[in-house]
Structures are given as C-alpha cells and as structure tokens.
C-alpha cells in the first residue's frame, strides 16, 4: 500500500475520471477540477465523434472493475460497411468475436464521473485553472485570468485537461521543454442519423460504417438509442469544403451526389449542418510529461492525435495502465514512477499519432480502393494459417496490448512484403495459394 | 509614399531596431518597447555567439544605407581555421575576395539602437509587454504579469521579440495556429581569448577557427580590440558533457587532452567556464506569421534556428529586405503585405532551419574528415572551372541572395552527384581531371 497523498486531477474527462478511480483505490485523497459545468448535468451535444473503444481501453477499465459497467453502453462492430457511390462492401476488423466498441462520449463520460464518485473521488465543477507552481503542487484557481485568484496546494498534480492543457501551458515554459501542434486543414462537423420509430437502426447496427470519398469522408457509429452519429471530415477550405458549402441547397446537393445512401436517412441534414460546429483537428507532441514528484500529464494533454484510428482515449486510458504498473513496480518512489512512466509511453504516443494522421489516408481513399482490398484479404488469408507469423497492423493496435511503437514498426516491414507480393503476376487470382504464402514465407525469413 | 502610421515594434534586438529605420524611412511613426534595459547603459557580455553577417545581412542593411555604418565594426574571415589535434588546415568559404564578418553582438546591437534612434525611431526601454490584443494592435504593458497593465494602441504591431516573444505566445492560443519547439541536448558556452599586449591577434585574425571534435566543438571569432569570443558546444549530460565537466582541474585537464592549443590563448578558462551560464539551443517553427493587417512576426520571433549556419540574423535581416519589397509592391494594402510576406518567407525559413540542423554535424564532424575535405576540393574545383553550372551551397546560403528553400534542393541534388563521384576508383588522385569533371557534367546533364 502507498502512502496515502492529497491529490489532484485537473480535467473531468475520460482519462481524468479513469485516474481518478485508480488513485482512489490506492487509498489517495482525489479531487478532480474541471472549469466546465458537471456534464451530467448540460445538455452535451453537437460536437463529438463517438468512441470506438478497444482492447486497450478495456484493459484499462477491467484493471479498476469498471470494464463491465461501461459494456451496458457499449455497441460491438464487427466490421467496417463500406458505403461506395454504387455498391456496399464490408471488411471484418479481425478474427471472429474481434468488435471494436461504439460508445457515445457524452454518455461514457457521465458513466466515468458516477463511477469515480462512488468510488470515493471528489469533483469540483466551474473551477478555472489558470496556472500551476510546478515546485509545490499548487494550482492557482479564479473566475478569470486577470481577476483573483486563489490557491489550492496538493501533493500532487495530474494534468488530464486535454489537448490545450493549462497545467502543461506552464510547463511549455520552461527551458528545454519539447512542443508541437500541427492543425489538418481539415475539419470535422457532426450530423445524425435518428432511429426508425420502433427504436431499431436505420444502418446494419454492428458495423462501423464509411463513405470514403479521397480528400473528404462520412462516417457513422451506432448509439444504443437506435440512432447513429455521423461525422464528416472535409478541407476547410478549397473545391469540396466546408468553405464552399454556404447555403441548404448547395450542402443537400453535395450529399445527394456524393453520399446518396444517407440522404435519406439523415433527415435534418441542412439543419444540423449550419447549427453543429466545425471542429479542428489537431496533433500535439511534448516532452517531459512531468515534472519531478509533483505534476504529470496524461492522456491528451500530453498527446492529442487524430481521431482516425479510433485510438485516442484508449492510448489516454493505456497512460493509466502504464502508471499503475509503474506504481505497483515502484511503490512510493514517485520520481521514478513518473520517470518511468514518461520514458515507456512517449515513444508509444508517438507512434500512434503517426498510425493515425496515417489512417485518415487508409479510411478515406484506400478502403475505396480494390488493391488495398486485395492486400488485407492477402494478409487475412495468411493470418488465418499463420497466426503466430503474421498478426495485421490493425489487429496489433486494436486488439492487442503490445507497444504502439512495435506495431508501427512491424507495420510498416509488413508493407514492404505486401508490396512485394502485389506485384506478382495474376495475383488477383492465386492470392490464396500455396505459392503466395510460401513466398510470404520466404520474404518473413530473409528479414 | 504609404500612408503614415502609427506602429509599434517589441524587442530592441538587431531585427527590431533595422525594421524600425525602415518602417521610420517610409515615414510612420515607430515606437520600439524592450523589457530589458537599454543595452547601451549596461554590460553585455559572457553569454553570446559572435555573429557572421553575410551577403543577405549586408543586402538589408544597404537597403536602407547603413551597411557602411556597420563595416565600420566588422573583421572579414575568408576561410575556416581547423584545428585538429595534431594540425591546423585551412578552407576557403568561397571565392577569391568572398567573406563572412565577424561582429560582435553586443556592439552591433547598440550601433543597430543609435542609427534607429538618428533615423527617429522613439525607444522604450524597461517596458514588459505581457500580452497584446490581436484585433486592435494594442500592447498590455506592467511591472509584473499579475500586477496591473497599461494599455497602448497601435495602428500596427510587429513582434520582434525573439524566440520566446510574447507577442507569438498571444497568437499561438488561437486555433489552427501550428507551432513547434525543439530543444537540442547540447548547449553552448561562452569563453574568451584575449588580445596580445599590442591589441593585435592570438590567432590568424581573418579566420572562423574551429576545432572540430565529433560531439563537441569549439569555435573563436575574432573581436576589433584583438580579443576573439569563443563558444563551447557540448551536450548537456554524458560522457563528454556541461554536467561531467564540474571543478577547475577537470575543465583545465579536459581542454588540456582535446584543445591542446587553445590552452595557452585562454587564461581564465576554468573562471570564465563556471562564470558564463550554459545556454540552450532552440528550433521554433509556426504558422501563420501574421494576423489580418494588425500583427506580423518577424525574426527569431517566427523562425528561431540554430546558429550553425551562421544565419539567424542573416535570414532575420532577409525577412526585412522580403517585407520592404512587399510595401513597395502593394503599397496601403497592409492585408495583403502580411500575406504575401509570411507565404513568401515561410518555406524559406523552414528551409535555413534543416541547413542549420545539419550543419553542426558538417562543423563538428565532417571538417575533421579527410572525405568530406576531398568533396569540397572536388566541388570548389569544378566550379572554378564551371561558375554557372554549379555553385556550391555553402555559397548558395552566404554568398547569394537566391531562395534558402531553393538552396536546400539543390544541395541536396548536388550531394548526390558527389556520393556518386566519391565511389570513383582512386578518386584521391584523379580528383581534378576531366575524366570526373566529364561525369560531374554527365550527372547534372541526366538529371
């Protein structure tokens, strides 16, 4: 057992509220700050891309006892549906039983903070925090930046408040303190498809579904309600953009041509459309994520990435995991805790933000693409008969545990032997022979 | 002539103080707020690199006719000075009469300050400026960030404020704004050799010395009062490090084993070692540079770099000389004077950024290596023989005004006809024949 500490977690969201169950269970004194309103409390809409929770996320949640209790929101997917102008084709994620998991934010995030309550953590809404001393622990709280301020001192800050972090704005700066944001020149903007009146699903309710288009997609995940939340990513700006979508007809238009299969399913297209707002898209890379014993940053405000490998709150909630085996490991030595902590996941967080601005590539233009379809069914079909020479990358990310970092790597090896194989001649027609999967074989060992 | 205005330049640097001659020329009215003291009322030393002003530095000074001012100050280095352990080698920077200009920066600054001042520019010195509203061009100006704040309307506010500039910290709080900063593990040291009794010269007064050792280096640019300021790069921990170096003997034995003559030129070595701070080295890179028609950023305060090209100030002093031709182009029309600048300058800077990079290891590593030594023999020859077919990059960046981003591809090009040429059989001694001039020729001809 620890040492029982007065902590706090800055930041109300789903990391912020995971860590806080975690600490509590340590036996550690745990308030969570937001400067947000209780979200149990708001209407929360309008601006979310649902969760696609995954192997990761789960451990995470089964490590403190709560996986189950979020299972009763959780909506498995199977497979990708994928909605070409002409025709509907589906890709599986994995082996069979292998789903991703659709969970609306809103509603795990109200689960997350009941769950941490009764557990024993105390939350405090509406208070804003306009600095940390890094040095003691001391957060400085008031209604505005230049208003008065007051200060609340703990033995230990955790900064879980997201990609624009006030706890890591301190720490940017300081000297030698490593920082990048990259903005896409792409955005994001909710829409909805409602339920039928019976309450079932106007889409096949197990898939993850896409309209990949090349520079701009649509996509669509199941709520428990029956509804779907789609969101579309598109260019700010240039020939199809938000920029250039002005008025109800121009966006109808678009969706009739472009996304015809939704049109009649989205009812209030235009209306959503012009009321939901367009949302940026952002990677965010630093270094330290602590400072000393005293603050650590976790989850998104120490790597936001985009959002198109559905990874981002599972690497936050994988953040928590790596944390408690450091603290089992290393008991109340929490400089090296934190020490540990860093080294281990910055190069994992690194390579999942490279994974993901990757797949945006992957969901928008490939799965449109027969090759690209010919190449994962290659894989599977070798998968299939060698499970323990070839696992696909994308069931490395998803539904494994191992390193972020190894599966880029292994990715990317992978590739080339893909590469290699696709330029065989009439591949289209042996891929699933004895021929092919010798000479993926042979391609394994020279390696 | 533009329609006169009334605009504000933060930071008294060297960029600062030649924008606010130009901006004055044209005929606004220029105020120039620094937070520190006047540098000409306080001692400015043990914490600089010298500067070496080349051909773009010289370009925006005359530009405004106070390049003659500053010769006045500045000592012509033709060559690189390589002291290895056992030797001293010699390298040409260009042609016959082509320069670099050792100045020191304490002593440029102020004469930058006086011609500003001649020219009607007004100085503010001691005046913190802590925040700035973008909209409106006005300055929040106090004695502490917490305490209270004066406000300043401008009509115009440049940040040239260096590579913590408080008038980016505003900017980079907006969306879509992309910024990065990265720190090296190695920083740099202030040492000095003074003059001989008769003010003359310890070393050959006309060269950059350099004594090139792998992970560290030092270097020595000679002062006007004979005196030369040296700068030690070395990482921050490790073997050969800031932190293993930690009392007198162990400084004096250090540079003792791998500077051997710089021993007896440096007297207060181990005084000025522990005395002088030990600074760090910063890439910071953004975008955008500027807000509508209201602020620009300009210098470090946009693109700080490392200094191992020798052209922070160069490529600072450049973006002067691009946004001049922009004001002559576009006169009022101060939209479209931004714009145009920060598009101009953008890839250029990221470009001088990467040379910079990689120019320590050419400094540190490659000087000391007899391969790299032959390669530029072999470049300089061929292009004594072939001006307009190749100009050799380092006189792409120092000795020309063309694009750096321009220079950087073609660099690149360059450098891989020569790892072609460097696989020639007994290349060391055919190295100045036609036989390789012939395939030089044949390999920019296949291109």
Known sequence: MQTSLKIAVVGSGLVGSLLAIYLKKAGHTVHVYDRSPDIRKINFSGRSINLAMSNRGWKALDGV??????????????????????????????????SIYSISRGTLNRKMIDLAEQAGAEFLFDQKIWDVTLSDATLHIGETERGEWEEKKYDMVFGADGAFSRIRHRMQRQSMFNYSQEFLNMGYKELNIP????????LDKNSFHIWPRGEYMLIALPNLDGSFTCTLFMPFEGE???????????VEDFFTKNFPDSI?????LAEDFFKNPTSTLVTMKCFPWTYEDKI?????????????????????????????????E??????KIFSE????????????AELSYRNFMEMSTKTADEKFLLQKKIEKAFSDKYPEKWIPLYSRVTFSDRPYAEALAIGDFQNGIMEEILKTDNIENIWNTPEIDNKILQLLQNA
Chains 1, 2 share one sequence.
Not at 297 to 303: E, F, M, Q, R, S
Not at 341 to 352: C, F, G, T, V, W
Request: aromatic share 8%; net charge negative; hydrophobic share 40%.
């Open 296 to 328: 650590a940053l976790i989850g998104d405000a120490c790597h936001a990435i985009v959002p198109f490998y559905g990874q981002g709150m599972n690497a936050g909630f994988e953040d928590i995991t790596v944390l408690n085996e450091m603290i089992e």
């Open 65 to 98: 006892g709560v996986g189950d209790s979020v299972r009763e929101i959780a909506i498995p997917m199977d497979k990708r549906a994928i909605h070409l102008v002409d025709k509907l084709n589906f890709q599986n994620y994995g082996q069979e039983g292998e």
């Open 341 to 352: 902590y860093q080294l281990s996941r910055k190069p994992n967080a690194d390579a999942i």
């Open 330 to 335: 290393y008991g109340d030595d929490w400089k």
């Open 195 to 202: 339920a039928n009146t019976d309450a079932t699903h106007k």
């Open 264 to 268: 009649e399913v989205i009812p209030k």
């Open 240 to 250: 199809n953009s938000f920029a250039s979508l002005t008025d109800r007809k121009m």
